[in-house]
């Protein structure tokens, strides 16, 4: 079993549509949980930051922590072909992070 | 530097030959990862470095690859006799180096091996 497990779709939903990304882990010492958007031939680039449990939201983007049945989610409201990438859910206890496979994602106008 | 700085983009190298990768991490960070992605794959750790500490080589594939850090800034990841399946991008990333903080990445530098 890996640490992060991540499904690795593709995922393809049209223009506007709310979009959920999810992760489950195994490591109970994560405390920092991170979402990294990827774009085509491009490095990850940091999208959301989240510590412990909880919600937190930016803009269209929201990520969600539920520590209890190690389950992180990223939630993207009104989605736009801007918004199709790879997002890669990461997780650390500290300096040891820890990313899930990634996630195809394709908004279609 | 405003960013995480990796060199070259793009390399093409033959099967057997050496490869050098460079990266200039994000100034005044301390803490410096080296991950391999290939297509369609996540990322797969290979080394990290945190300031003047024994680095963490536990993610290297095999004793073809190494990495140094000199000066605690520039970092160099060299892959002896590449073969094909070293074909990937190989993407630095930097943070301050406190638990928990967040590791920014570079642009990558792709490998292609023929």
């Known amino acids: 079993q890996k640490e992060v497990e991540q499904d690795p779709g593709p995922l393809s939903v049209p223009e506007g549509a709310i979009v959920s990304l999810n992760c489950t882990y195994s490591?109970?010492?994560?405390?920092?949980f991170m979402w990294y958007r990827q774009y085509s031939r491009k490095g990850p680039e940091l999208l959301m930051y989240?510590?412990?449990?909880g919600n937190k939201e930016d803009g269209r983007f929201t990520a969600q922590v539920d520590k209890s049945s190690k389950y992180i989610s990223l939630f993207i409201r009104d989605s736009q072909p801007s918004d199709s990438a790879t997002y890669l859910c990461?997780?650390?206890?500290?300096?040891?992070?820890?990313f899930g496979a990634g996630t195809r994602l394709t908004v279609k106008p | 530097g405003a960013g995480v700085s990796q060199s070259p983009s793009n390399k093409v190298t033959e099967k057997g030959k050496d490869v050098e990768l460079r990266c200039d991490p994000i100034?005044?960070?301390?803490?410096l990862y080296w991950y391999r992605q290939s297509l369609g794959q996540g990322l797969e750790f290979l080394i990290y470095?945190?300031?003047?500490?024994?680095?963490?080589k536990s993610g290297l594939p095999s004793d073809r690859f190494s990495a140094e850090r000199t000066g605690g800034s520039v970092s160099t990841l060299t892959i002896q006799r590449t073969q094909q399946e070293d074909s990937a991008v190989y993407l630095c990333?930097?943070?301050?180096?406190?638990?928990?903080?967040?590791?920014?990445f570079g642009e990558g530098s792709w490998l292609t091996v023929v």
């Open positions: 990461a997780m650390s206890a500290g300096d040891d992070m820890r």
């Open positions: 490591n109970s010492a994560f405390q920092y």
């Open positions: 100034s005044g960070h301390t803490a």
């Open positions: 990333a930097s943070s301050s180096g406190f638990s928990g903080n967040t590791i920014y």
């Open positions: 470095f945190q300031g003047n500490s024994a680095p963490d």
């Open positions: 989240t510590y412990s449990s």
